[in-house]
């Protein structure tokens, strides 16, 4: 299973991106979701997760109050808006469904990946 994660790009400090995860192969309908992000020389953190039907939500402390996650299962796609963006939230954003249908903050729990999306907040 191969995600497919799109919507970077350069933006200015405090303005918003949209970024989408989606696989076309398979649902992730069932699966709770996470975005991920990791800037150059640190370690890939989680910045917010999902559960299946939307009901659940994780953020990180970095992303609480400007990112929002949401889902459209119809489509099979999951979204991170991002708001307010900062120099330091650049990063490649990688989005990953979980082996369940729950929120999890494991990166353990998330075994599909996608090849992630370049953002870059310039200052």
């Known amino acids: 299973v191969q995600l497919q994660a799109s919507g970077g790009g350069l933006v200015q400090a405090g303005g918003s991106l949209r970024l989408s995860c989606t696989n076309s192969?398979?649902?992730?309908?069932?699966?709770?979701v996470g975005w991920f992000r990791q800037a150059p020389k640190k370690e890939r953190e989680l910045v917010a997760a999902?559960?299946?039907?939307?009901?659940?939500?994780y953020y990180a402390d970095s992303a609480k109050g400007r990112f929002t996650i949401s889902r459209d299962n119809a489509k099979s796609t999951v979204y991170l808006q991002m708001n307010s963006l900062k120099s330091e939230d650049t990063a490649v954003y990688s989005c990953?469904?979980?082996?369940?249908?729950?929120?999890?903050?494991?990166?353990?729990?998330?075994?599909?990946w996608g090849q992630g999306t370049q953002v870059t907040v310039s200052s």
């Open positions: 192969k398979r649902t992730i309908s069932n699966n709770g």
């Open positions: 999902i559960s299946w039907n939307g009901y659940n939500a």
């Open positions: 990953a469904a979980g082996r369940g249908s729950l929120v999890s903050t494991k990166e353990s729990d998330y075994n599909y």
